[in-house]
């Protein structure tokens, strides 16, 4: 028996971009960390343990966060041994 198949009826919808495609946060974040460089000493745990490795520790310039995938989890600032990053509230 020949069984004829429509390809049409296999299409697959084509999916739309929306805010928070390719690993970008979106708008729900409810805190942000925010990094005291003056406090920090450079150990480089926050870029370690970040889940999404968005942390750069530069030995100079500190600490910095990519806000656009950060997901506000707040492991960056239970880890620092000296509490220079602070999680707040986004606006
Ligand atoms: S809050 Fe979480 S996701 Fe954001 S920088 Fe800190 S550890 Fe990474
Ligand atoms: S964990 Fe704290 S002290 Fe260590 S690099 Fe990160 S911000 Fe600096």
């Known amino acids: 028996m020949k069984v004829i ?16 495609v390719a690993g970008k946060t979106g708008t729900w974040r409810l805190e942000r960390p925010v990094v005291d460089n003056n406090k920090c000493t450079r150990c480089y745990l926050c870029e370690i343990h970040c889940p999404v490795n ?20 707040g492991l960056c600032a239970d880890v620092c041994p000296v509490l220079a990053i602070k999680m707040v509230p986004e606006e």
């Open 54 to 73: 968005v942390i750069r520790v530069e030995p100079d310039a500190g600490v910095s966060i990519d806000y656009d995938y950060c997901k506000g989890c």
């Open 5 to 20: 198949v429509e390809p049409s009826k296999y299409r697959l919808p084509i999916a739309r971009p929306l805010v928070g």
